[in-house]
């Protein structure tokens, strides 16, 4: 009897400890997810990297939005990808990527006017304290991200408290030269002749081209009735 009540005394400690540990895995796993905000996906791939040279290479990619730069993971460090101006595409999660000044864009559609998205991200700063008791929220587009180091530019994660806010331009190629717009009313100036067909297709359609459904949308439309 007393080896029953001991052993079952033993249980409860041992249930007590386990359950004591979940609280903090839970936080922590919250805390990583926060902190990786500012990255395309919510986690790290392997990718496929093309380079103009023609050789490929598999690594572990994100894409940081407020940086607008590449992050290959080595050893649970981020890292800048070297060297983008010799890429040719970015395979993340299946989905292409090719450089435009010193940005990625992604490439939604193909054809007669090919159409890009440009994921951008400003971070924002918690709340400080104002005058009267009351806070005040910053926006902080000087906020270092990381450092220089021999393997590369180390990428931080974000402090607590900081949010990204999500943006994004569209690019479309016509006749050979990129162009970049935000919204319809830049859209339909891009195709004067064919700005009645297209309004009429946004309006019909009912649109709303700060949505990335509605944008490759559009962007079929584009390249099957133009």
Not at 36 to 56: A, C, E, H, I, W
């Amino acid at each position: 009897m007393k080896r029953k009540i001991y052993r079952f005394a033993l249980f409860i400690c041992f249930s007590l400890f386990l359950y004591s540990l979940k609280p903090e895995a839970a936080f922590a796993q919250e805390e990583e997810n926060v902190n990786l905000q500012q990255y395309l996906f919510p986690d790290f791939s392997r990718s496929v990297v093309k380079m103009k040279n023609g050789r490929t290479s598999n690594v572990m990619l994100n894409y940081n939005r407020v940086s607008e730069k590449m992050v290959f993971e080595q050893k649970g460090e981020y890292y800048n990808l070297v060297n983008p101006e010799t890429v040719d595409t970015v395979y993340l999660h299946n989905r292409p990527f090719i450089m435009q000044g010193k940005s990625f864009l992604e490439v939604v559609n193909e054809g007669k006017y090919p159409f890009y998205i440009q994921y951008r991200g400003e971070l924002k700063a918690p709340p400080r304290p104002a005058a009267y008791g009351t806070t005040s929220e910053l926006t902080s587009s000087n906020y270092l991200s990381g450092i220089n180091t021999n393997e590369g530019y180390f990428n931080f994660k974000l402090p607590e408290g900081y949010k990204v806010i999500k943006s994004a331009i569209y690019w479309v190629m016509i006749d050979g030269e990129m162009k970049s717009f935000i919204g319809e009313k830049q859209f339909l100036r891009l195709f004067p002749a064919k700005a009645t067909q297209l309004k009429k297709y946004i309006k019909d359609s009912k649109l709303k081209l700060d949505k990335t459904e509605d944008f490759l949308r559009l962007a079929k439309y584009c390249n099957s009735e133009l």
